[in-house]
């Protein structure tokens, strides 16, 4: 049975095509840390999941990136935003 992040990233895979992805590599095969699913960090000594790699070439990554991390309105400008007009 599959739980928490592991699950998330199963429901991630699906969700976003990722038969289709560039490098799927041992994506949805036994435990993500253990079996070094391709994009996915874990801890060496925990095997916990620290980071996803999202590949920027990918024309996926725009949709998983806007999914993960949403656009949000800034109070105040961020020095050095080359997005502030």
């Given at each position: 049975?599959?739980?928490?992040?592991?699950?998330?990233?199963?429901?991630?895979?699906?969700?976003?095509?990722?038969?289709?992805?560039?490098?799927?590599?041992?994506?949805?095969i036994g435990d993500?840390?253990?079996?070094?699913?391709?994009?996915?960090?874990?801890?060496?000594?925990?095997?916990?999941?620290?980071?996803?790699?999202?590949?920027a070439r990918d024309?996926?990554?725009?949709?998983?990136?806007?999914?993960v991390n949403p656009?949000?309105?800034?109070?105040?400008?961020?020095?050095?935003?080359?997005?502030?007009?």
């Amino acid at each position: 049975m599959v739980h928490g992040v592991e699950q998330a990233l199963v429901e991630l895979y699906y969700s976003t095509g990722g038969s289709q992805w560039n490098n799927n590599e041992n994506w949805l095969i036994g435990d993500p840390c253990t079996n070094s699913w391709f994009g996915v960090s874990c801890d060496t000594e925990s095997f916990v999941v620290t980071q996803l790699y999202v590949p920027a070439r990918d024309p996926r990554a725009l949709q998983l990136r806007a999914t993960v991390n949403p656009p949000r309105k800034r109070e105040r400008p961020i020095a050095g935003d080359a997005n502030l007009r």
